[in-house]
């Protein structure tokens, strides 16, 4: 785990988006609360169209590679 940079919100890019969209997509697939480990993530998502978009691209793939629960 990578210390966060502190105190100050920080934003995030499209790229930091990209590199933990898996982890947001694979929680909200687990039933848990990415929204609220990853904060920064939804707001990005909540902010940037084309992510929103990989994100819910993602999740399809997701779903479509295996349901473990079901
Ligand atoms: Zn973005």
């Known amino acids: 785990m990578s210390k966060l940079p502190a105190t100050h919100e920080a934003e ?3 790229d930091e988006c ?11 697939l687990k039933g ?13 998502l909540d902010n940037c169209g084309e992510c929103r978009q990989e994100y819910e691209a993602l999740l ?11």
């Open 32 to 44: 848990k609360s990415p929204g609220d480990a990853m904060p920064l993530l939804k707001e990005h």
């Open 18 to 28: 990209f590199e933990e969209l898996h982890i947001f997509a694979e929680m909200e």
């Open 12 to 14: 995030i890019g499209c």
């Open 60 to 70: 399809e793939g997701i779903k479509a590679l295996g349901n473990e629960d079901a």
